[in-house]
Structures are given as C-alpha cells and as structure tokens.
C-alpha cells in the first residue's frame, strides 16, 4: 500500500494478478498439439508459498488496453493491497496473417508502443490513487526463431512474406524489447518496483529452453523461474507475506 505499515498488515492482505497469457497459466501442449493451462503455474506455485490471499484475474490474450478495463472493475470490488502488472506479450503483437497476406502494406501492433507507455503509466497512477501497491513485471524474453515459424505456420508463402515485411526475424526480438524497455522506463518514472524476470530467464546460457515450441510461452520449467523471481523480489521486499518452510506464517 501506498505509504503503508507494510510490516504490521494482516495477513488477510490481498494480492491480486492482472496479465495474459502467462500470468493464467497457459502453455503449449505437445502431445495434445494445443494450448492448456498449466497446474503448476507460476501463480499456483506463489500461492502455496504466500500467506496472502491470491486473486489471479489474467486472461489468455489480454492486452493491457483489455486490462485496464477490468482492472478498475476487480480492483473496486476486491481492494487488494498489492497488484501484479503483467503485460505486453500481446500488446507488441501484430496481426500475422494480415502481414502475410500483405507485405508492403502498413501493419500496427495491437497496442502502439506510445499507448502502451501511457496506459501503463495511468494504470499505475491508479492504483495508487487507491492506496494500492504496483509491481510491475518484466517480459520472458521470446525465441525469435520460434516464434517466426510459429507465426508464419511453416508455411513457405507466409514465411517469405512475412520476411519481406520484417526485413530480419532478430526484429521480433528487438521490437518486443522495446516494449520490455518501456516497462522498466514507466518503472523508473513512476518508482514503481519491477521484477525482473527478463533477467531471470537470461541468466542461462539457453533461455529457450525454458519456453514453448511456439517461442513465447513459458514452459512449465520457465514457470518455476518466474515464481522463484518473484519469491525473491517478495522476500526482498515484503518477507512478511511469506509462509516458511512448514506451511507456517512468517512474522
């Protein structure tokens, strides 16, 4: 909470979670050959781990323009005290089969890059304004490769096209860079805390392995790097929210 006894709150505090795709669960499933929500998600991973009551309000394919309305909705509702940010995966997407169908034409991201710094910065001044705590988070990185094939579906066409369009697959790494970048921007400006989660995936020699084939998604194992992030970060911060070892309230 803003300005709050952090140290003396109850443990009746709540936690809630607003994002995409990562933050419900979602993978790619191999065998299955489709997207399912992962049991062990980082989110269910947190909860086990928290004395805090968890409300996890992400939904699959949410940008944070779809958010931000719901947000003020839950968030009116709930009161919690803390609120996790988790966006932008979708936000720097583009609509690939439009690109395919039509490279030289002109193409935008579902949320434009100056919109997305100013609702993220709006949403934070509105949570304050709530007395609410906001953590943002910063994005896996994507395995551009991956991600490209998955997008142009292996088909050679929309490979070919979707390239003219690119100019270079690195791109896709660096465009949605950008958008990680403006989230540690908005961090900065607002002295906002961040978890660093980026961070924690590039730490390893290999990241993608721990992503889905489709080349965004965190896998099950990338999973337990986000929730092992954000223990931290919560230790770091609020030790008090965290259960120990035996299941029992950390005073």
């Given amino acids: 909470m803003k300005g709050n006894n952090a140290e003396t709150m109850e443990p009746t505090a709540k936690y809630m979670i607003t994002g995409d795709s990562i933050s419900k669960g979602v993978i790619y499933d191999e065998a299955k050959n489709k997207y ?33 309305a719901n947000l ?7 009161k919690p005290n803390f609120v996790l940010i988790e966006y932008g995966g979708n936000d720097c997407d583009f609509n690939w089969n439009e690109i395919a169908d039509n490279p030289d034409g002109e193409h935008r991201p579902k949320t ?46 929309a490979e070919k096209n ?35 989660v980026r961070g924690a995936f590039l730490e390893h020699p290999d990241f993608t392995k721990f992503l889905c084939s489709d080349g965004i998604h965190p896998n099950q194992a990338g999973h337990k790097i986000i929730c092992d992030k954000v ?4 230790r770091t911060h609020y030790q008090h929210l965290l259960r120990d070892n035996n299941g029992l309230v950390l005073e």
């Avoid at 958008?179 to 906002?192: M, P, Q, W």
């Fill in 36 to 68: 399912v929500l992962l049991e062990d998600n980082y989110v269910s991973l947190l909860q086990d781990k928290l004395k805090v009551a968890v409300r996890n309000t992400a939904r699959f394919g949410n940008t944070l323009i779809k958010g931000m």
């Fill in 72 to 78: 003020k909705k839950d968030v009116l509702k709930d």
């Fill in 112 to 157: 434009d890059f100056n919109m997305f710094e100013k609702m993220l910065t709006e949403a934070i001044q509105f949570l304050k304004s709530q007395q609410i705590t906001p953590i943002l988070m910063s994005l896996p990185p994507l395995n551009a490769d991956n991600y490209f094939k998955w997008v142009s579906k292996n088909n050679p066409d």
């Fill in 162 to 196: 979707i390239l003219k369009w690119l100019g270079s697959v690195t791109k896709i790494y660096w465009w949605q860079e950008r958008y990680n970048s403006t989230i540690l921007k908005v961090s900065e400006l607002t002295k906002t805390k961040y978890i660093d």
């Fill in 231 to 234: 223990l931290e970060f919560i």
